[in-house]
């Protein structure tokens, strides 16, 4: 199989047009505006540690072999102009002191075996691309409601038995849901009705799942299921009033 950890995130000319027809792009993610008054952190090679108190850090925040069991100490931290790199936590259960971050260019969330739950990410909004994989006690992805459009989402090798979250997701470039040997239920992302590309690929006990992509209508470039022995396109698209799926 492809490595989808290759997956484009360049978005098409289509959509972006479709992501402003809808309004998405009103709201396109970047990091909030710089506040005259914030604590601004330059991250360079800090320990997270270090930035505790900090409101927004400029470049790229990794968390990454650590002890930790929670990020408290990040409580106050509401932008990351970079990339939040949250790696190898072998102790770490939750999030806990993301609750203020509001945006981020990007969030990858890798290789944290004990790791329990995103709640703490619920207030993300902006952001452009989201990668989840090797999480294996993760059981249930929800949350990140406040999401409008992304480039990129990718749920890869994770322990978890349903996704439920991105439910303000509007349109992304490439939506990635493979290799989640215990995934059973796709009952989030209920807005999102445009994708680039969506791939659901080696997720063997994937069921099909009452609203399961209930508001999708546009596919630009390619619709990949395989692997899930349970689900076919048909169970992806079935819902949908006007499929339109581009020539390849």
Known sequence: ???????????????????????????????????????????????????????????????ENSGATDLTELGGL???????????????????????????????IVNNPNLQDLNALNN???????????????????????????????????????????NGLVSAGDVAVAENAKLIYMNGMKQLSFVENLTLEHNPRLAPTPGMFSSLNYVAENLSVSGCPGVSEGDVLSKTTSIETASR
């Open 1 to 63: 199989m492809t490595d989808l950890t290759t997956c484009k995130t360049l978005l098409s000319f289509s959509t972006l047009l479709f992501a402003c027809f809808t309004g998405a792009c009103a709201s396109s993610p970047r990091p909030e505006a710089a506040s005259a008054t914030a604590i601004r952190c330059e991250a360079g090679e800090k320990s997270y540690m270090a930035l505790a108190g900090c409101e927004e850090v400029v470049g790229d925040l990794h968390i």
């Open 78 to 108: 509401r932008v990351v102009e970079g990339t939040l790199f949250i790696s190898g936590n072998a102790e770490l259960e939750s999030l806990h002191g993301l609750e203020r971050l509001h945006s981020a260019r990007e969030v990858v």
């Open 124 to 166: 993300l909004e902006h952001v452009e691309r989201v990668s989840i994989a090797h999480n294996n006690r993760l059981q249930v992805i929800s949350g990140m409601d406040r999401i409008e459009y992304l480039q990129t989402l990718m749920i890869m090798h994770n322990g978890v038995t349903r996704v439920s979250g991105f």
